[in-house]
């Protein structure tokens, strides 16, 4: 039994002290790697160093150029080359490039810029303020016209858009009113500001009655009306003519003070008059007409219209004619007259002379 411990022993021992060869690898090969190694850390040395260059070359041709907007945007970018972002400033290579930006509520920035040799260079921008909108509350409420410095504007549903920002000058005008012109500043930026306008009248209301009545009024050749009548008219001085048929026209002025409303009632038309023609055998006879003596045939005379007047024609030698004529207004009558002799009293001469 105790040899049998002995060569378990001896065994144990025997495979402690047993050698493991190595894996076999040739020089050659070996070598290979480390040239391959070595190579690849050559190359990104030597990119790394072209690239430091560049950027060496770059930092020192480079420009140090500032941009400013006003109002102050933080939306910049630069566009045609290629740049460096520093904190507050751009590292840019001399040559020509486009500076946009943006802001809301105004028109974007498009510029072109050129970065010369200079080495600080600054670049200032000014925003322009996009339009605004103006909401007009007129009384009353009536169709106006509107202008902004001068210039005709359209306006919908009480709304005159796209009005530049800053100041301007707006007239209102409407038929019979007085024109409203009020300063106004816009904001601009698609704001919609509101403004209240009352409109005084220019007007003032005229009442006129005439003797006779229903006579037609006429201002500048146009139809005003028919008395009695109430119209309105401007402010200023009117011509105004009164005509009835058979009548003599009427011209008045009259001033007119807005809101100064006035009857007028003295407006007296008279009537035309009218013409009488008389002939009259034999010639030479004496006119007279009620108790005017218009003189002697033949004659034409104007006379007073619309009357029932005796005429009288008369001669020596002959027998009277009476009669009674009415002559109407802006009318022309035309009488022939024949006178008979007194025969009676030539006969009486001639017997007498007989005897």
């Not at 001896?10 to 050698?19: A, D, L, Q, R």
């Not at 509101?194 to 500048?220: G, R, Y």
Request: charged residues 20%.
């Amino acid at each position: 039994m105790g040899d049998d411990m002995d060569k378990k022993l001896s065994e144990t021992n025997s495979s402690k002290n047993i050698i493991e060869p190595l894996k076999f690898v040739p020089s050659g090969d070996a070598i290979s790697n480390k040239k391959g190694s070595f190579k690849k850390k050559h190359v990104a040395l030597i990119f790394f160093l072209c690239i430091s260059f560049i950027a060496l070359i770059y930092v020192f041709t480079a420009k140090s150029v500032t941009f400013s907007t006003s109002p102050i945007s933080n939306n910049i970018s630069v566009t045609g080359g290629l740049y460096i972002k520093m904190s507050d400033y751009y590292l840019i290579l001399p040559g020509k490039y486009t500076f946009k930006s943006e802001k809301q509520g105004y028109y974007s920035l498009n510029k072109k810029f050129e970065v010369t040799q200079d080495q600080n260079q600054e670049f200032d921008y000014q925003f322009t303020k996009l339009p605004g909108n103006l909401k007009l509350v007129v009384q009353p409420n009536i169709h106006v016209d509107v202008e902004i410095d001068s210039e005709i504007v359209n306006i919908k549903n009480g709304v005159i858009n796209n009005i530049p920002a800053g100041n301007h000058i707006l007239v209102v005008s409407a038929n019979k009113y007085f024109d409203s012109q009020v300063p106004i500043s816009i904001n601009g930026k698609n704001e919609t500001q509101s403004l209240s306008i009352d409109l005084s009248p220019a007007w003032a209301e005229i009442s006129f009655s005439s003797t006779p009545s229903q006579t037609n009024i006429f201002k500048d050749g146009e139809f005003v009306g028919t008395t009695p009548v109430s119209v309105d008219l401007l402010q200023g001085n009117h011509s105004l003519v009164f005509k009835k048929k058979g009548y003599q026209d009427v011209q008045r002025n009259i001033d007119v003070r807005a809101l100064k409303h006035e009857k007028i009632t003295d407006i007296h038309l008279e009537k035309l008059l009218g013409v009488l023609n008389i002939t009259s055998t034999p010639s030479g006879a004496s006119v007279t007409f009620g108790d005017e003596f218009l003189g002697t045939t033949p004659i034409l005379a104007n006379v007073i219209p619309d009357i029932s007047t005796p005429l009288l024609v008369f001669k020596e030698g002959y027998k009277q004619h009476n009669q009674i004529l009415t002559v109407n207004s802006n009318t022309k009558l035309n009488k022939r007259i024949t006178l008979s002799p007194f025969l009676a009293k030539s006969n009486l001469k001639w017997r007498h002379q007989m005897r």
